[in-house]
């Protein structure tokens, strides 16, 4: 019972630490922002959001579709039996701006890049890389953490908005095809029920969701310990410390815009 | 100079260091030897304010560096050098570029000055050649000389080498003794961390064996081949059994030396 208590002391102890150092190194890196503007920070910037956009292009525009899809093949099917299978449109478009696609975006981007970060900064943590910028005076916080938090903060909602467009096209094939429903009725029908605020909050959310994504990842990358077991291991917390936020997040975030 | 004063270090509830006293004159090269696990390279951790001692103090050029911020310890930092493992390089950089980069990175040399000071080391540790080769295509001794003409691009005062030979092959660890040995000639301090005892000979001008978290000996190459201390001969000989593994390995040794399995 005593090593129980003391295991549960132990975790919970751990995780407030790491949290500290994720909101630390948060604040950090945003006081540090004006470094951003340097010509290196820039360049190193626009590199890597050209990277996480074609690394993660096609396995959102695959997953959004299909995405799209089995919402109108789901809604449809429920909606049809009612007799208001025009109705899909909008169902499909307020799902995928406001929710679907903020949150699946956010999942993909936590397997691909989020991990990708934490296991980049980790291997350079190992390999004594960050103490090698440390002694050459080089903020390992403006040299690697800036550059990939303004990215992944760039990138997420673009990727937010492509993951919408694509999962309502397919949706719109799947609403014409099984339902018979046309493209200008559905599309009229999605337009007319779709507000600023479902943009809006989708935005939101999705900004949120990408400076989650770098932060827990560039935390875990910092804080991993040991070789090549630590740096696997930092990568698998990251995803789930992310995933667990984000649907944390998203759920408080629908839940203030709704209220 | 570099004084490292009654310095301690609790590492995982084990004292590493415990109540290390060292001075390494200006212009000297002093070698670091002891088994593994003995706190060589924490003690070199220290000089460059990498980890912050739990107790004692550590003056570099005159600065007391103990417990400063990354930003206090700016001074210092600009004026050593660091040769790690395994060299540390970026491994998205060519060689050139990161030797470069602590140049570039402040933006207050001039691009045509640093391009000649990088061609400059390149060719003092003989990697001209591969200049533009990333660390993943040149072998390890190679990537040990990159990580030394990065740590030579700011002009330092102070060397530190943290195993700079190890797993080289004799003509690669030739190369870095060589390196080292002009380092000591043009008046650089060096700190060296090493197992490699030829490598020891060749290069130190003092040699000190670290055991138990102390220094156990210090004196000149001559002195410390000539000790008549049981640790210093036990290291150098290569002796299972002796001072320097008293207490558990020693209970390893006797079933090894008895034929039995170690239990």
């Known amino acids: 019972m005593t090593g129980w208590i003391q295991a549960l002391g132990g975790f919970l102890g751990r995780s407030a630490e790491t949290t500290g150092y994720g909101l630390v190194l948060l604040a950090r890196t945003i006081l540090s922002l004006p470094h951003l503007f340097s010509r290196r920070r820039l360049r190193d910037c626009l590199d890597l959001c050209f990277t996480y956009c074609l690394g993660s292009f096609t396995v959102t525009a695959v997953v959004a579709l299909f995405t799209g899809m089995i919402l109108a093949l789901n809604g449809g099917d429920s909606l049809a039996s009612l007799g208001q299978e025009n109705l899909i449109g909008r169902i499909v ?20 890049l989020g991990s ?17 910028l440390r002694i050459m005076s080089i903020s390992p916080i403006r040299f690697l953490v800036l550059p990939r938090l303004v990215a992944l903060t760039l990138i997420t909602p673009v990727m937010t908005i492509f993951a919408g467009f694509i999962g309502i096209l397919g949706a719109s094939i799947v609403a014409a095809n099984n339902f018979g429903v046309t493209w200008i009725a559905f599309s009229n029908d999605a337009l007319e029920n779709l507000s600023t605020g479902d943009v809006y909050i989708g935005l939101i959310k999705s900004v949120v969701f990408g400076i989650t994504i770098a932060t827990v990842g560039a935390t875990q990358g910092l804080l991993t310990k040991g070789g090549a077991t630590g740096v696997g291991e930092a990568a698998r917390r990251a995803v789930v410390i992310t995933f667990l936020l984000v649907i944390i997040q998203g759920y408080y975030l629908s839940w203030v815009y709704l209220s | 100079m570099i004084i490292l004063e009654n310095l301690t270090k ?18 000297e090269t002093l070698v670091l030897l002891g088994r593994s696990g003995t706190g060589k390279s924490v003690t070199l951790r220290h000089i460059v304010g990498l980890m912050t001692p739990d107790g004692g103090r550590v003056e570099v050029l005159g600065k007391e560096i103990s417990g400063h911020s990354e930003e206090e310890l700016k001074y210092v930092r600009s004026k050593v050098g660091y040769l790690f493992q395994d060299g540390a390089l970026l491994n998205w950089l060519t060689v050139e570029e990161n030797v470069a980069l602590p140049l570039k990175e402040f933006g207050k040399t001039p691009t045509s000055e640093i391009n000649d000071r990088v061609q400059e080391v390149l060719k003092e540790v003989e ?14 001794g190679m990537r040990k000389r990159a990580g030394l003409a990065r740590a030579l691009i700011s002009r330092p005062e102070i060397v530190l080498h943290d195993e700079p030979t190890s797993g080289l092959d004799p003509i690669s660890s030739s190369i870095i003794n060589r390196l080292v040995n002009r380092l000591k000639s043009s008046g650089i301090t060096q700190v060296l961390v090493t197992h490699d005892m030829h490598s020891a000979f060749e290069v130190a001008d003092r040699i000190a064996l670290l055991h138990e978290g102390k220094i156990r000996s210090l004196g000149t190459v001559e002195e410390i081949r000539n000790s008549a201390d049981e640790a210093v001969q036990q290291f150098l000989d290569g002796k299972i059994k002796g001072p320097l593994t008293q207490g558990a390995i020693d209970g390893v040794c006797d079933s090894e030396e008895n034929g039995n399995e170690a239990t």
């Open chain 1, 93 to 112: 478009a307020i799902s995928m701006i406001r929710e679907m696609g903020p949150f699946m975006t956010a999942l993909i981007l936590t397997a691909s």
């Open chain 1, 116 to 132: 990708g970060i934490a296991a980049e900064i980790g291997t350079m943590r190992v390999s004594e890389e960050i103490d090698a």
């Open chain 2, 127 to 140: 990697l001209d050649f591969h200049a533009d080769k990333f660390p993943s295509e040149i072998s390890g």
């Open chain 2, 10 to 27: 609790i590492l995982g509830g084990k004292a590493i260091l415990n109540g290390l006293d060292l001075q390494i004159e200006t212009g």
